[in-house]
């Protein structure tokens, strides 16, 4: 009887790139086709298949996957703030998720990579997550636990009433309360 082989066991470089690479081009390339009339939900439901079994190769890769992840943040990119933001909320990283936005914090253009990561996760793995974010004394993160909860289709409730009025998140929250009814 054999017994499976793990990331502990064997990773290979050459493939724990192609993973996150995969990742990186697929993510850039959704967020087009998501706004594109022509593409059919079937075409959409194969690109997110080809994402997750991206994801789950470096999920599976371990360490070599997060490291790879993290070195990737020097020359970030949204598919790079994607798998990064994965990577740190699958492993439960508030150093890497910190690094992550304050990362977006100076640079709007990488948003949409960390905001989507939010969207594609589970409830259950956000758990405590998001809570901390509302927790946050800095407006940008408190938008970004709103912007999760629009991702996610949840109502934040009495926080929403509180963001809408506070200065650093009423814009935001604004938009927010109209996406979700």
């Given amino acids: 009887m054999s017994t ?3 990331a502990s066991d064997r990773v290979l470089p050459l493939i724990v ?12 390339m959704r967020s087009v086709l998501v706004r594109a009339a022509h593409i059919r939900l079937h075409r959409l439901q194969r690109l997110d298949e080809r994402i997750a079994a991206n994801l789950d190769g470096l999920a ?6 997060r490291a790879l992840c993290v070195a990737a943040l020097d020359r970030p990119t949204t598919g790079v703030m994607f798998a990064a933001t994965i990577q740190a909320i699958e492993h439960r990283d508030p150093g890497l998720l910190d690094k992550l936005l304050c990362l ?4 709007a253009s990488l948003c949409p990579g960390l905001v989507s990561a939010f969207g594609w996760q589970s409830r ?7 809570r901390a974010l509302f927790e946050s004394p800095v407006g940008f993160r408190r938008n970004v636990a709103l912007a999760a909860c ?3 289709r949840v109502d934040p409730g009495q926080v929403l009433a509180e963001a809408l009025r506070d200065a ?9 309360a109209g996406r979700l009814g």
């Fill in 124 to 130: 259950e793995a956000l758990r405590g997550i998001v």
């Fill in 4 to 6: 499976p082989v793990f």
């Fill in 60 to 65: 599976i890769s371990g360490q070599s996957g």
């Fill in 104 to 107: 977006c914090e100076a640079d």
């Fill in 168 to 176: 650093q998140t009423e814009g935001f929250a604004v938009v927010a």
């Fill in 17 to 28: 790139q192609q993973h996150f690479d995969d990742v990186d081009v697929q993510r850039s």
């Fill in 150 to 152: 629009v991702a996610q």
